[in-house]
């Protein structure tokens, strides 16, 4: 389950750049998937992703990609505004984590919170934070 940082404060740029950064983000997470993965939109500014016969490291280190590739990627904002999008990332494996979807999504949903909690731009599972950075999600740098 991935939730991207702060997306709201994108606002102030306007849609076009809401936008922009949704499409930047689908591209970075296609590109870090294989062809079986299935990414869904779960709502709002949250995703989950379903990584067929992936254990619980393998899935942990797809969910650092993405979030290392995120936080590198430079989106245009506006005239002369440039920024970058962090994603904080809940994992959760079966059978650890639960053996049916409804339990593997409400674990990774609560790994995503400790993600959130953690100080945001991470990868979390339930038993803590796995992987984390320091850059400020969403940050303009003009």
Same mark, same amino acid.
């Given at each position: 389950?991935?939730?991207?940082?702060?997306?709201?404060?994108?606002?102030?740029? /306007?849609?076009?750049?809401?936008?922009?950064? !949704?499409?930047?983000? #689908?591209?970075? *997470?296609?590109?870090?998937?294989?062809?079986? %993965?299935?990414?869904?939109?779960?709502? /709002?500014?949250?995703?989950?992703?379903?990584?067929?016969? !992936?254990?619980?490291?393998?899935?942990?280190? *797809?969910?650092?990609?993405?979030?290392?590739?995120?936080?590198?990627?430079?989106?245009?904002?506006?005239?002369?505004?440039?920024?970058?999008?962090?994603?904080?990332?809940?994992?959760?494996?079966?059978?650890?984590?639960? #053996?049916?979807?409804?339990?593997?999504?409400?674990?990774? %949903?609560?790994?995503?919170?400790?993600?959130?909690?953690?100080?945001?731009?991470?990868? #979390?599972?339930?038993?803590?934070?796995?992987?984390? %950075?320091?850059?400020?999600?969403? #940050?303009?740098?003009?």
């Amino acid at each position: 389950m991935l939730a991207i940082d702060q997306f709201k404060a994108n606002d102030r740029y /306007g849609h076009p750049a809401g936008d922009e950064a !949704l499409r930047a983000f #689908a591209a970075i *997470v296609r590109a870090c998937l294989r062809k079986e %993965d299935l990414p869904a939109r779960y709502g /709002g500014e949250e995703f989950a992703i379903h990584l067929r016969g !992936l254990d619980r490291e393998a899935a942990i280190e *797809v969910a650092e990609r993405i979030r290392s590739r995120l936080e590198a990627s430079i989106l245009p904002l506006g005239p002369g505004v440039t920024g970058r999008l962090t994603a904080s990332i809940g994992v959760a494996a079966a059978p650890t984590d639960g #053996a049916d979807r409804i339990s593997l999504l409400r674990v990774a %949903d609560e790994a995503l919170y400790l993600a959130k909690a953690g100080g945001r731009n991470c990868v #979390a599972t339930t038993d803590g934070v796995v992987v984390r %950075d320091e850059t400020e999600p969403f #940050a303009a740098a003009s």
